[in-house]
């Protein structure tokens, strides 16, 4: 039997690869909504662009850990017991920011109502649906595999910065669909890969504290969310994530809790057991 070759770069390739299947299914969405198809049609294709790099992974799953399993890979990621002080904490933080940006908005905007969503069963569609087109499609390829490779060469913290500037990258199609130009347009970019690193930062803090990806998906579950029910432009909403999700991601950094970012004893997660370097 022919071994195959393992991957010599195996994260450039699924960033690659990621950005690859991406493009063509997010122009799909954007046809079906010029074209104007039923609101259900577009979540639905919305929901599986967003699963373009658990798409990648997938593909190249045999190449990167030749032998494995691809269901028990996903599997060992949910399998450590989740710390409730942890999830706690995130929650907490990321609600303390909601209701400050809360406060803000509802002090300067002009709208009749603070919130984008009128009804439960509005907020409850909108909390599934972005649950699906976001934080589970992404995580498992982004958060269980590329950040838990990047840290077998390099701190975690330097790891979540390689990360987090390709994952917003990833998203740069988006960026031109707001409709935003010039300096607004720039003020979004700014403000949004500020968002991203400091959410990438936050995201692997915590993971690597509990090993288990429910943690990076409810960071990014809340991150999305709460910016989606905020009736408020656009740019001012990521200009106020990227002010108080970056001084989070300052503290984390200054506090390194259990030296999970950087140090003399920098944790290297590894085939989801610590490893001291």
């Known amino acids: 039997m022919k071994r195959e070759k393992k991957l010599k770069k195996p994260v450039a390739s699924f960033i690659l690869l990621t950005n690859i299947i991406f493009l063509p299914l997010f122009l799909l969405v954007g046809a079906i909504k010029m074209l104007g198809f039923p609101a259900w049609v577009f979540d639905v294709m919305l929901c599986i662009s967003a699963w373009s790099s658990t798409f990648a992974f997938g593909a190249l799953f045999k190449k990167i850990y030749p032998g494995q399993s691809f269901i028990q890979f996903v599997k060992d990621k949910f399998k450590n017991k989740l710390k409730f002080s942890e999830i706690l904490t995130v929650s907490m933080i990321q609600a303390f920011i909601f209701l400050m940006i809360l406060f803000f908005v509802s002090n300067n905007s002009e709208a009749d109502s603070i919130f984008t969503k009128s009804s439960w069963g509005m907020l409850i569609y909108f909390f599934f649906k972005n649950l699906l087109s976001g934080p589970l499609g992404e995580e498992i390829g982004w958060r269980g595999f590329a950040q838990i490779e990047l840290q077998k060469k390099h701190s975690p913290l330097k790891a979540s910065i390689i990360l987090g500037f390709w994952w917003g990258i990833w998203h740069l199609p988006i960026w031109f669909t707001t409709g935003y130009v010039g300096i607004d347009l720039i003020k979004y970019i700014l403000f949004f890969m500020i968002s991203i690193l400091s959410t990438t930062i936050i995201m692997t803090a915590f993971y690597n504290l509990n090993q288990?990806?429910?943690?990076?998906?409810?960071?990014?579950?809340?991150?999305?969310?709460?910016?989606?029910?905020?009736?408020?432009?656009?740019?001012?909403?990521?200009?106020?994530?990227?002010?108080?999700?970056?001084?989070v991601a300052v503290l984390i950094i200054v506090i390194n809790p259990k030296k999970v970012l950087y140090g003399k004893e920098d944790t290297n997660i590894i085939n989801g057991k610590h490893s001291m370097i």
Do not use: K, T
């Not at 990076?216 to 029910?229: A, E, K, L, T, V």
């Open 212 to 247: 288990n990806l429910i943690v990076p998906i409810i960071i990014h579950q809340f991150f999305n969310f709460f910016i989606g029910i905020i009736n408020e432009n656009l740019v001012d909403l990521i200009m106020y994530n990227a002010f108080f999700y970056s001084v």
